[in-house]
């Protein structure tokens, strides 16, 4: 199986900040990844696939960028509504897996 | 638009077996692979499987011995029975649909999940 690393698994930050989430692959996924936004009691939301397109109706703000193991995710300038838990997918091989999240709170 | 929504029994008993549908409205269930995620209560997202429109399956090999995912085209719906439950199949379960491009792919849009408790 391909072990996906997101760190940090937490991060505090305030509105304005700009902030980077890191997923490592375990091995080559190419482009194969993918970033989804998930709040408390809610589904996951999809943000970016395929690494760097920008899912339609998700804000500019989200971009991502990476390919072979190494993958970011950018929030430019965090929003209150921006206030989650960030989790990311490889679909390079099955079984599909994810990393773990990472908590993203306000400071 | 299309939407997915989960439905089934919120407590299964240990040793029974897990069954949950999931209705696809707003499109038809034809041409995608649709998939079963779970997330135990404060963890991380594991993924079941894939079924296509057609039937064919792919499990995590993880739960693939206990895993069965079906479709039902005729209802627009698919369904996971998951056997032998234990304390650690307590999660809430989604359904959401694989869209792709070329070779890559990715799950969207998703249920909005259902909680499954496994207990006496």
């Known amino acids: 199986d391909i072990q996906m690393t997101q760190s940090p698994s937490s991060l505090s930050a305030s509105v304005g900040d700009r902030v980077t989430i890191t997923c490592r692959a375990s091995?080559?996924?190419?482009?194969?990844l993918n970033w989804y936004q998930q709040k408390p009691g809610k589904a996951p939301k999809l943000l970016i696939y395929a690494a760097s397109s920008l899912q339609s109706g998700v804000p500019s703000r989200f971009s991502g960028s990476g390919s072979g193991t190494d993958f970011t995710l950018t929030i430019s300038s965090l929003q209150p509504e921006d206030f989650a838990t960030y989790y990311c997918q490889q679909s390079y091989s099955t079984p599909v897996t994810f990393g773990q999240g990472t908590r993203l709170e306000i400071k | 638009q299309v939407q997915l929504q989960e439905s089934g029994p919120g407590l299964v008993k240990p040793s029974e077996t897990l069954s949950l549908t999931c209705t696809v409205s707003g499109g038809s269930i034809s041409s995608y692979y649709w998939s079963w995620i779970r997330q135990p209560p404060g963890k991380g997202l594991e993924w079941i499987g894939y079924i296509y429109y057609s039937g064919s399956t792919n499990y995590n090999p993880s739960l693939k011995s206990r895993v069965t995912i079906s479709v039902d085209t005729s209802k627009n719906q698919f369904s996971l029975k998951l056997s032998s439950v234990t304390a650690a199949d307590t999660a809430v379960y989604y359904c959401?649909?694989?869209?792709?491009?070329?070779?890559?792919?990715?799950?969207?849009?998703w249920g909005q999940g259902t909680l499954v408790t496994v207990s006496s």
């Open positions: 091995q080559s996924i190419s482009s194969y």
């Open positions: 959401a649909r694989v869209d792709r491009e070329a070779a890559t792919n990715w799950f969207d849009p």
